[in-house]
């Protein structure tokens, strides 16, 4: 398993920006960003194959979010941007060591601590 370090989650007005950070401790096949409300369960938001730098984005984030990596430092982001209310959630950063798909939970075997992001209105 890889070691997820998260960093950056805050709390920032409707319509702000925040940049959240996952720095890996080794190789992970593919990344991403879930997130979660108390009673809810855990949706992705984000993912990235690390090879090819393809991404997928669920529905509710596309155009506003951007995921993105640094090989070099086995570091992954988030930028959120335009950020809504609804967008308050504890966000996980996540690795897998294989192939499937992107954007389901089952997928991934290693998690971050989690980084808890609050947009106000």
């Known amino acids: 398993q890889v070691q997820l370090v998260e960093s950056g989650g805050g709390s920032v007005q409707a319509g702000g920006s925040l940049t959240l950070s996952c720095a890996a401790s080794g190789y992970a096949f593919k990344m991403a960003w879930f997130r979660q409300i108390p009673g809810k369960e855990r949706e992705g938001v984000a993912c990235i194959y690390t090879t090819k730098g393809t991404t997928y984005y669920a529905a509710s984030v596309k155009d506003r979010f951007t995921i993105s990596q640094e090989n070099a430092k086995n570091t992954m982001y988030l930028q959120m941007n335009s950020l809504k209310p609804e967008d308050t959630a504890v966000y996980y950063c996540?690795?897998?060591?294989?192939?499937?798909?992107?954007?389901?939970?089952?997928?991934?075997?290693?998690w971050g601590q989690g980084t808890q992001v609050t947009v106000s209105s």
């Open positions: 996540a690795a897998a060591s294989s192939g499937g798909a992107c954007l389901s939970l089952q997928q991934y075997n290693s």
